[in-house]
């Protein structure tokens, strides 16, 4: 098969193509390998690529078919990691100074789950610096650029695996989402993200920024290609003290199933109106009208407190990353500034926290510093921790009446590359629709429903489902994304011409 | 004690955040911050917190916090003896190393 043809073909298809000999894993790998030479100094996706253990572990997978030994779904079937991953063979830097160039010294169970499902990991990707940001402009290592149109952001802050998976660079990728960082990267791209449930996915070896929010999950081209991923890295890890000790929920099988008729779907109000571009909303208002003509029930929806979901989310989220980073102190590993054999050891960690630490990621430690400071802690960070009932509350309730909710992923389409760099409260606007599911825990997703007419870029449609539901999202999601492929005549990504010229990334 | 406390509230959210106090939050935090950072993020900071002090508008009298996503109990396993790291593995990526200790600066000052 020919390199291009491999690099546009869904995960599931290329997996039934390497089982079926058809073609290799190491054919598959090289052919990605290739696309990334090809188009990475336009998108700058990757942070390391890995061609040698990339092309083994392929090897390895056309071995054991050889063999005779049963594959996996996914097996051979190349992938991107966000790099706060930890993986024994690659440098796991975080888009940081303070971890550049860092080895791990053992592999996060999810790095150890892929390895294991024959999935080939090619390298690992751009981020904002340890996931603080929505855009990949906080990355110390310069911002990745979305494939749709190279001056604007990919979202963030798994920007660099939403972008890879974006230019066909890989059919798979892997994030984590804080405050909405799979969703919004996935929803600006015009891809497929999904926040699993809390606890449904280890955060073993996920280099931690806030412990009670972050969840890795899977981002792909299709909803299918998602739900094979999400069921392989999901399922319960005594490593992680907080992995739900439950069945994966059939994911999957809800993928394949793909229909919405007699499903109740309830349209938060808050989640739309001011502030929305007005392209967001009218794709929105589409995709509901969608899911009615599919036979779905829809309503309206009140949850009066996710207008507070934003303000708890920067008080909790930088709580405790201002506890979190703590670690980083330059004795063990990491960076270590301005130890000339006379400065002491809290000189040394404050001369090597400010050198290795960038804007965003020290306005967030002080503001955490902050907000758990004796005498603020019941005006801040108390309160906060009250909001985040009221909107788990508020989840509650909602689900009382309908099986899933729906909102825009993002109040906007990607922004252009410099235009929030430096207003740290016009970024966190992004997050506005996809930070109430962090903060209460439930299983969220975002699934392409067209482009804004006024910039031609991608909109996201979210939906939302309760604690451990997460097969409702791919139940949903598949039967909005086959209704509107059908409608359109192609995939959506054909549409994307930011790479035209070189090689052609989606535009014919 | 809680229309007092509504009060405080009330004060605390008005209340700018000052240079100098920025100042001491970088100490404590082990940020050596430039005059010029010093400068740029006091402004935005007290913008930051002056937007989310709107969580003090909720109405949250006797709402229990919510520390977790999850209702979470302590998680208890067999103890059993696994491998750990040795000591080259947990020394490899070291900024000093010595003794097959981590090398650290002073701690303590000299007098």
Known sequence: MASTELTRMTAAELAAAIASGETSAVDVTQAHLNRIEAVDSSVHAFLHVAPEAALAAAEAVDARRAAGEPLGPLAGVPLVLKDLFTTTDMPTTCGSRILEGWRPPYDATITTRLRRAGIVILGKTNM??????????????????????????????????????????????????TGGSIRQPAAVCGIVGTKPTYGGSSRYGVVAFASSLDTPGPLARNVLDTALLHEVISGHDPCDSTSIDAPVPPVVAAARQADVSGMRVGVVTELGGEGYQPGVLGRFTEAVELLESLGAKVTEVSCPHFSYALPAYYLIAPSECSSNLARFDGMRYGLRVGDDGTRSAEEVMSLTRDAGFGAEVKRRIMLGTYALSSGYYDAYYGKAQQVRTLIARDFDAAFEQVDVLVSPTTPTTAFPIGERADDPLAMYLADLCTIPSDLSGNAAISVPCGLAPEDGLPVGLQIMAPVLADDRLYRVGASVEAALDQRRGHPLLDDAKGLKGEGEVGGK | MGSDRGCAVDSLASMPITRDEVAHLARLARLALSEQELDHFAGQLDVIIASVARVQEVAAEGIPPTTHALPISNVYRDDVLTDCLGTRAALDQAPAAEQDRFRVPRILDED
């Open chain 1, 128 to 177: 904002d610096e340890f996931a603080m940001g929505s855009s990949t402009e906080n990355s110390a290592f310069g911002p990745s650029h979305n494939p749709w149109d190279l001056s604007r952001v990919p979202g963030g802050s798994s920007g660099g695996s939403s972008a890879a998976v974006t230019a066909f660079q890989a059919p798979l990728g892997l994030g984590t989402d």
